[in-house]
């Protein structure tokens, strides 16, 4: 009896999820397999697609993080089809760079509008199209409500939504509709032999908040096209040369 009832309880669980936003399929797998252990953070061990995900942005340097990080899930969404909408009225992203994160340029539309309020509503339209795999939206403003609408949009269309809230020292961090909310800081870059010179990218992820999962924080890396988890990486030692002469 006790084991029937965990089963039912396990069952209950598992059902109410999709209620609460979550959705899973092929493209969620694909971002799991390079998340490593941010993916524990969800429910079932799965990324949540098909929801809005939020995005804290301090300054300049907090934003061009963001978006390194973003492309990197991005281009696991995309690797079986569709394309991408960027709206924004003050772009961060330098679109040569997508390149580096195996993401063909063409495959991202760029959508630079005159204000935020423009940027919202460009934003949930998008949301509505099934044709594209993700739509990010640049922006200092989001409202309850208005995240509700995203996230109302997502969840007929199956489409990943991204908010990136730059300059958010400057308001309230207000409760949102959102599955989850991110704050994504770099860290130095270095070489694992030891060699002077630049690195890969490198972040500091922090998970403020998952519903019905857990928060917490990861070091990672973006190495060979795919995240890699540096927090327990062992550093390689390196024996100094003795002089001579």
């Not at 209620?19 to 092929?26: F, M, R, S």
């Not at 429910?43 to 301090?58: D, M, R």
């Not at 690797?79 to 063909?104: D, H, Q």
């Not at 999962?213 to 060979?224: S, V």
Request: proline share 5%.
């Amino acid at each position: 009896m006790q084991g029937s009832k965990a089963d039912i309880i396990a069952q209950l669980q598992k059902d109410i999820l999709p209620l609460q936003g979550y959705k899973h399929g092929t493209n969620s797998i694909a971002v799991d397999a390079g998340l490593g252990p941010v993916r524990d953070a969800f429910p079932n061990g799965l990324f949540p697609v098909s929801a809005v995900h939020e995005f804290i942005c301090h300054g300049k340097e907090d934003a061009a993080a963001t978006g390194g990080f973003i492309l990197g899930i991005l281009a696991a969404l995309m690797k079986n089809a569709g394309a991408v909408l960027w709206v924004s009225s003050s772009r961060t992203i330098f679109p040569p760079a997508l390149v580096f994160f195996g993401i063909a340029p063409e495959k991202i539309i760029f959508a630079d509008l005159p204000n935020e309020k423009d940027v919202l509503w460009a934003v949930e339209e998008a949301l509505k199209c099934d044709a594209l795999s993700a739509v990010v939206g640049e922006t200092s403003m989001l409202s309850f409500t208005a995240s509700r609408r995203l996230q109302l949009a997502v969840e007929q269309s199956k489409v990943t939504g991204f908010i990136l809230r730059n300059q958010a020292r400057n308001i309230n961090i207000n409760t949102t509709a959102c599955l989850t909310r991110w704050k994504i800081t770099s860290l130095e870059s270095s070489f694992d032999n030891g060699l002077p010179g630049l690195g890969f990218p490198r972040w500091k992820i922090a998970l403020l908040k998952v519903r019905n999962g857990r928060p917490g924080n990861w070091q990672l890396e973006w190495n060979e096209r795919r995240f890699r988890d540096i927090m327990h990486v062992t550093p390689v030692l390196t024996i100094p040369q003795k002089k001579t002469g």
